[in-house]
């Protein structure tokens, strides 16, 4: 009976460690001469998703306290769950407002570009993540993120920061 019980446990553990999967690729700037000092990540996600993303803003911030660039973060919902005009406008003038306080030399854009639901959480995400440098508004660093967990992708989170901390370093975007 105990080894049985040890089987089922062995094979839930095994099953719940596969059940994640990050897939991204990225391409850089090649003309860019130095990494950047300082990053805002900017994250747009949809309003009934807040909870997730706070959980990946913190999973991130964990990943990047010891780097030498120092990061800020700005959360801001998407808008398309309200009832509003022109929600792109309030977006772009609270960004615009939230680079000009920071002044930082790299934005990193995560815009959703599909997400799937199943029994309530999020089974699927896809998202672009774009570098722009504020000063001349060219984008110096793209990736494409898949992220799937048989969950929820919020246990995925901390696999994606270790995935995009490694990205942003060998592309020579961080310190």
């Not at 460690?17 to 991204?24: A, P």
């Not at 959360?75 to 398309?80: E, T, V, W, Y």
């Not at 570009?113 to 984008?139: C, D, Q, S």
Request: charged content about 25%.
């Amino acid at each position: 009976m105990k080894n049985l019980k040890n089987l089922i446990l062995f094979i839930f553990v095994g099953f719940a460690i596969s059940s994640c999967y990050v897939n991204s690729r990225s391409i850089v700037d090649k003309n860019i001469k130095d990494s950047y000092d300082s990053v805002l990540i900017v994250i747009i996600y949809p309003k009934y998703t807040a909870r997730k993303f706070k959980k990946l803003k913190e999973k991130l911030s964990l990943q990047f306290v010891n780097t030498k660039t120092k990061f800020n973060y700005f959360l801001i919902d998407d808008g398309n769950n309200r009832l509003e005009l022109n929600p792109k406008e309030r977006i772009d003038k609270a960004i615009s407002d939230e680079i000009s306080n920071i002044n930082p030399q790299l934005v990193l854009f995560f815009n959703i570009t599909h997400i799937t639901f199943m029994n309530g959480a999020i089974r699927y995400l896809e998202f672009k993540i774009t570098g722009v440098n504020p000063k001349n508004g060219l984008e110096v660093w793209k990736s494409f993120v898949n992220i799937e967990n048989w969950f929820d992708i919020g246990g995925s989170w901390k696999i994606f920061a270790e995935d995009l901390y490694l990205k942003l370093k060998t592309d020579k975007i961080i310190k």
